[in-house]
């Protein structure tokens, strides 16, 4: 269940402010009945008209994306900086599954489908996202210990996470650590290693669940494989 002004500004008729104003002037109908309240959560099965017109129903795609650094997670940008749907030919209004930051490259889902995104981005349905970071300094045993128990950052507690495969080069005093969570909050993995003293130099998510951008290079995008949508969604009703 999505919102529905959230539903119409997907679909591409109209922004959300827009279809905001539309619900208010008694304009969008569901399934026949007149809906005016902000925040009316509506399903793909619902009927909505505007203006007397029925909302087309696109065809849901999914792909995943080797986001190269240099480009934000968003649909659009305040700077102009470009954004990962800069990358994705596609004819239909879709969205990124989440975020990585400007400079965090890797897996990034890309979507139209509002209730697989909501899925995948719920911090309660334990999807994996795992990340190699290589950090400043040389993260020690009791460091990582900390991570996997949970680290306070921002007035919060995360959720334990799986750290391994730690490497140190001791000519530049740098680690590579694989962790993986099942958060996604803002900067998390960034604020985590930051810590326990150990600020990340460069960032990149190598796996989103099962799925990885093997053999793919960066900026590439691909159309999500039928096995891996299935997975995804199975994992999250287990």
């Known amino acids: 269940m999505e919102r529905l ?3 119409i500004a997907h679909s591409g008729y109209c922004s959300r402010r827009k279809a905001e104003e539309l619900i208010v002037a008694g304009n969008v109908f569901v399934n ?4 005016t309240e902000l925040g009316t959560k509506v399903s793909s099965s ?9 909302l087309s129903k696109e065809d849901l795609v999914y ?3 080797y986001k190269p650094e240099g480009y934000v997670s968003t649909t659009s940008d305040e700077k102009n900086r470009r954004t990962v749907l800069d990358l994705v030919p596609s004819d239909k209004r879709v969205y990124p599954v989440g975020r990585l930051d400007y400079d965090t490259s890797g897996v990034l889902l890309i979507t139209n489908d ?14 994996e996202k795992e990340y190699v970071a290589k950090v400043e300094g040389f993260v020690r045993k009791n460091e990582s ?3 996997r128990r949970g680290i306070e950052i921002d007035g919060y507690k995360t959720k334990p996470a799986f750290v391994k495969n730690v490497t140190y080069t001791k000519k530049n005093e740098t680690s590579i650590v694989t962790l993986i969570i099942t958060e996604g ?4 993995v960034k604020k985590m290693f930051e810590a326990i003293g150990h600020p990340v130099l460069s960032l990149k998510r190598t796996r989103f669940g099962m799925v990885t951008v093997e053999g793919m290079k960066k900026g590439e995008i691909r159309r999500l494989k039928p096995y ?3 997975q995804l969604k199975e994992q999250v009703k287990s």
């Open 63 to 65: 792909y995943v994306l």
């Open 145 to 147: 210990a900390q991570l």
């Open 46 to 54: 619902d009927d909505i008209v505007i203006n007397g017109q029925a």
């Open 228 to 230: 891996e949508l299935k």
């Open 5 to 7: 002004q959230k539903v």
């Open 114 to 127: 509002g209730t697989f995104t909501n899925q995948m981005t719920s911090p309660h349905k334990g999807i």
């Open 185 to 188: 909050k803002y900067h998390q």
């Open 32 to 35: 026949g009945e007149k809906v």
